[in-house]
């Protein structure tokens, strides 16, 4: 696979959204109106797929587990949607009060990431997941519970709402930020010492790797998004009310991400694409007590699918029968010798000198002696 | 005098509960290692149950038929869900616990609606105590958890099994290599967990005569704090840190400034501790070995 | 590796077309071409703890079409009724409403509670579709030109409460519950404070968790009230009332507002338990024994049981024929209101009706019913006792 393929792979996801943001977007401009209904649900979209990368910067890769992404949100929303009221009698309610908002929320959102960012640096696993948890539902109280001048309080927050014919062009642009600064970032040095925290914290420091700076990093960041996605949210509502921010929200941002695979960009944008679709979709279909039927499927899938893809028993069948497995019998029978074993590094334990030695002789030969050799490796 | 001996009353038959459901969350995590974050969602059922078997009349046969379905239901979602995941990463097991407890509010809401379910247990009614009207039931709440308190304590010094548990939170390979069944342990200890969740289940009945759905989310949340607060793993912490938190809201509750923000106040207290003192009261210093 | 993310990327594009197909996207706003019957659009809480009032309100507005369209509809044209549920939260409004437009909604009952109705109101503003909410008391629900309320606003029941306080409880201290984050609540709670005299002392406590059910604090903070203003909706009211039974004095009275209706059907909540009085501030009598209020009762509990008999419902049985009472009235002054007429027309319409002084003759919830041009409701409200003391 030569370098310019590999480059090409990498755009390909933001290739689809544009695309399809792009072709939206010309249509809209000449003049085609779309129903509400689609409106509503790719606003609703794109505010799901920032969420659901920015969580799986900090469940994904940097292997924390956060349940107050909604909290973050929260603060984007309430502290963008009070600026953007502020300023829309001055400015008018356009793109600039947007950027502005959009800064003003996303930088206190973020604000707010690294004040929980350093807990984080003390605390590991449950404990960190309990004081997000903690954090989500004192912001959202904090809110609930302002004076009415301030941010609305128990009404919530009255906010200008974009023309909606335009908001899910930027709703969009900012999935498109999103994703290149956190693939960039992950694709990084960065990025590498990020995973590396996340297979072994110990290891990583030993080997001069800045845990503190890039955990608070990857936090900071991740709640800066958060927070966009909330300034979003307050664009695509009349009303920001906080009761929306609870656990509850935090854990369908959570499921998006498992179901996505963790660590999967592109897997976490499929999952928040289809869950909210089908929320919206299935809203409408499954009434009264039926509706719940839905987070009973969430909560089922969730636990199937950790237990399959963590279950130390289940290794070896996941192991035989996954998807890039497949992929490399296919591969395989197209005789590519150029193919290298993708070396991701899932080691449940450190490799023995042994297990080293296997791993590291990846078997270059060629299959099929009608491929034929060049100077340099196989064409 | 008086509204001080009432907010005491209130604050400690509310920690009271915090604490057995504390108790449940400290054992479980100091064997098993785990957050269970399903606990609370256990108490919801055990109140479900007693919603149920409360219409044979007899409160004794309800809480003996909720202690025991709440027992079958813990191991049950130990085996199934949190087996598989031993060795696995923490970050894992926690997602999973986190799908068991949505999956229990969802099938309990499935099955009986969303409107919350009135069920009278038993009528204490009220006694006046030094001027002050106080519930029986709150009395008895707080009776109850130190005398489960006592039993615990006593269970885990004195008999091998309870020996064989400490033995399984402090080394679980040293005690496998002792010849400790260390999959058996953790059952019993989910085992007990679940059976003090039901006893929980009955004293928010008892308290307030409703259940829903939702009943044991908050009430978990709060108690896992307590665990917290007085350092998880350790059985007198988990009263400890109930009893504080009982307190700490029935006052914030009694304060009309802050009333709205006792919530708020509460994790507040979380946050600081685990920041200030991440092992809490009573609990153990532990350091992470490679 | 390239294997995984072809079908990735695959996914993605089924999915793009998916939505597509799922919502289509019509150029037009046409929504009300095909239509055969008016269709009256709502969103009320089917399912969840407020369910009790959406029932009750779809029901109603249901009998209401019925008997409309069997005495042959409004010049042999039918009504139809469409509701979909939000479970009382506003994040649900958007697809609501937009499925309802889009499924050719003309006018609407808006929502039944107030929450998700500050969504509701604003999204109708834009499209302009006319609504007349008959529970959504929230006091900004009817302030765009197109909303209109059947209930009482909630700073109105407020004042009303405070005004009867400020005349048999002046010079006393009497007590208030009510829960602290939520709009209806907090709403009545500070305009009956506002408008209270400064001679009657006020002892407050307040609730936020919206699954509280522990009121032990609170309870021992009011017990030696014996008038207690409770604004809050019934179930925590319910709660309150059988843990503070042996503590509140027997013959304090818990006055409550709209939110109290139907505190007397719940199932395992048996209200004579209860040693004290309670009252509550409504439009409308459930136990009502002649006039059309009686006429309602029956035709409601033979069709649908008394568990979800109340005011809600009452409301939104008069809200549908006040509309339909509305458009006759324009028909009758020689305004053409076809079949496949858009909401936004019929906005109109109904607009000059409801601001031109239209008057609602012989409803449920009261008599000769008015709406200011601000959208609030002009009518009568009934003190009405649920429970003696005992």
């Known amino acids: 696979m030569t370098l310019k393929k590999l480059k090409l792979r990498h755009y390909l996801n933001y290739m689809v959204i544009g695309t399809v943001t792009a072709v939206l977007a010309g249509m809209v401009l000449t003049g085609y109106k779309f129903d509400n209904s689609l409106l509503f649900l790719l606003e609703k979209i794109a505010i799901s797929i920032i969420l659901a990368v920015s969580l799986s910067l900090v469940v994904g890769f940097l292997g924390e587990l956060s349940l107050g992404h909604a909290g973050f949100m929260c603060v984007g929303a309430y502290l963008g949607g009070k600026i953007a009221a502020l300023l829309v009698p001055t400015l008018g309610n356009g793109p600039l009060t947007f950027l502005i908002a959009l800064l003003a929320g996303g930088g206190a959102a973020a604000v707010c990431g690294i004040i929980i960012g350093i807990p984080a640096l003390r605390l590991r696993g449950d404990y960190l997941a309990i004081v997000t948890l903690a954090f989500g539902e004192i912001v959202k109280s904090l809110f609930q519970n302002s004076s009415d001048e301030t941010f609305g309080g128990s009404l919530g927050l009255n906010t200008p709402r974009y023309d ?183 080691w449940d334990v450190v490799p023995t000198k042994i297990e080293m030695n296997e791993i590291l002789s990846v078997d270059l030969t060629p299959q099929d002696s009608s491929v034929t050799w060049e100077k340099g490796g196989p064409k | 005098m008086e509204i ?195 006893l929980a289940g009955l004293f928010y009945l008892l308290k307030a005569p409703s259940v829903s759905s939702t009943l044991g989310a908050m009430p978990g949340i709060k108690a896992f704090t307590a665990a917290v607060i007085g350092g998880i793993g350790s059985i007198p912490g988990a009263m400890l840190g109930g009893i504080l938190l009982g307190m700490v809201e029935s006052i914030s509750y009694k304060i009309t400034a802050i009333a709205p923000y006792t919530d708020a106040i509460e994790f507040s207290i979380l946050i600081v501790i685990l920041l200030v003192r991440p092992n809490g009261f009573l609990g153990k210093k532990r350091r992470e070995k490679v | 590796m390239r294997f995984t993310k072809m079908i990735a990327l695959t996914l993605v594009a089924v999915l793009c077309l998916g939505l597509f197909a799922g919502c289509g996207a019509s150029g037009s706003k046409g929504y009300t071409a095909n239509n055969t019957e008016y269709v009256i659009g709502v969103s009320g809480p089917l ?175 009011l017990k030696d009230c014996g008038f207690i203003f409770m604004p809050t909706y019934y179930t925590p009211a319910s709660l309150f009332m059988t843990q503070a039974k042996d503590i509140v004095a027997a013959d304090a009275v818990y006055y409550g507002c709209d939110g109290f209706d139907g505190i007397d059907n719940i199932e395992g909540f048996d209200i004579t338990t209860i040693p004290q009085s309670v009252t509550m501030l409504s439009h409308f009598n459930s136990k009502a024994d002649s006039g059309v209020a009686k006429e309602f009762i029956d035709k409601y509990v033979s069709k649908y049981g008394k568990e979800t008999l109340n005011q809600f419902g009452a409301s939104a049985y008069d809200c549908v024929y006040a ?68």
Not at chain 2, 119 to 135: E, H, N, R, S, W
Not at chain 3, 67 to 81: H, R, V
């Open chain 3, 47 to 221: 399912t969840g703890g407020a369910a009790m009032y959406g029932q009750a309100v779809v029901n109603s507005a249901q009998i209401a079409v019925d008997e409309i369209n069997a005495a042959g509809g409004l010049n042999g044209i039918k009504f139809k009724l469409v509701a979909t549920d939000d479970m009382h939260d506003a994040t649900k409004i958007s697809t609501n409403y937009s499925s309802l437009l889009e499924g050719g909604m003309q006018l609407s009952l808006g929502t039944v509670t107030t929450a998700p109705g500050l969504e509701f109101k604003n999204l109708s503003a834009d499209d302009n579709v006319f609504f007349l909410t008959p529970s959504a008391s929230g006091d900004d629900i009817p302030t765009n030109p197109n909303g209109y309320q059947m209930c009482f606003a909630d700073g109105n029941q407020g004042k009303v409460a405070a005004e009867f306080v400020n005349a048999n409880f002046s010079g006393q201290t009497i007590g208030a519950f009510y829960k602290a984050d939520e709009a209806y609540s907090k709403g009545i709670y500070d305009q009956f404070k506002a408008n209270l005299d400064s001679s009657v002392t006020v002892v407050e406590t307040s609730f936020t968790d919206a699954n509280a059910t522990d009121f032990a604090t609170q309870i021992d903070t």
């Open chain 3, 323 to 390: 509309l339909y009472g509305a458009m006759k009235a324009a028909i009758d002054a020689g305004t053409e209101i076809p079949v496949d007429i858009s909401a936004s027309d019929l906005c109109d319409i109904l607009k000059a009706q409801f601001e031109g002084g239209y008057t609602f003759e012989n409803g449920v919830t009261g008599d000769k019913i008015t709406w200011e041009k601000t959208g609030y409701v002009n009518k009568s409200a009934i003190q009405y006792v649920i429970k003696e003391a005992n």
């Open chain 2, 4 to 198: 001080i001996l009432s907010t005491l009353i209130n604050g400690l038959s509310l920690g009271g509960i915090y604490a057995m459901i504390a108790l449940g969350y400290t054992m479980v995590y100091g064997i098993a290692k785990m957050l269970n974050f399903a606990h609370g969602d256990i108490i919801m059922i055990g109140g479900y149950v007693i919603f149920v078997t409360m219409a044979t009349g007899n409160p004794l046969i309800a809480i003996a038929v909720a202690v025991v379905a709440c027992v079958i239901l813990g191991v049950t979602i130990e085996k199934i869900a949190y087996k598989p995941l031993r060795g696995a990463s923490p970050l894992a097991v926690l997602i999973t616990a986190i799908g068991v407890s949505y999956l229990l509010q969802s099938l309990a809401q499935i099955i009986f609606g969303s409107a919350p379910k009135m069920v009278t247990v038993y009528d204490f009614g009220t006694i006046k105590l030094l001027g002050a009207t106080v519930q029986i039931s709150a009395l008895v709440t707080l009776a109850v958890t130190v005398v489960v308190m006592v039993v615990l304590t006593l269970f885990i010094k004195y008999t091998r099994l309870g020996r064989a548990m400490i033995a399984v939170s402090e080394d679980r390979g040293a005690a496998q290599l002792m010849g400790i069944d260390v999959n058996g342990i953790i059952t019993i200890t989910f085992a007990i967990g679940s059976a003090l969740a039901a």
């Open chain 1, 164 to 346: 909606k014919n335009y908001l899910f062009i930027f709703a969009f642009v900012l999935v498109l930020l999103t994703l290149m600064v956190v693939q960039n970032l992950m694709r990084s040095k960065h990025g590498r010492a990020i995973t590396a925290i996340r297979d072994n914290e110990i290891a990583a420091r030993a080997t001069g790797t800045n845990v503190t700076k890039y955990k608070l990093l990857a936090f900071t960041l991740s709640a800066a998004f958060a927070g966009i996605a909330g300034v979003l949210y307050s664009y695509s509502n009349y009303t920001v009310q906080s009761m929306k921010f609870g656990y509850n929200y935090s854990i369908e941002i959570l499921v998006m991400v498992v179901l996505g695979g963790m660590g999967s960009i592109n897997g976490s944008i499929i999952a928040a694409a289809l869950i909210t679709f089908l929320n919206t979709k299935l809203a409408t279909i499954l009434t009264g007590d039926l509706a719940v039927l839905q987070n009973l499927f969430y909560a089922l899938i969730l636990i199937a699918i950790v237990i399959y893809n963590n279950a130390p028993a289940l290794k070896g069948f996941r192991d035989k029968y996954n998807l890039s497995a497949f992929a490399d019998k296919i591969r395989k029978s197209r005789n590519d010798p150029g193919h290298v074993k993708d070396d991701k590094a899932k």
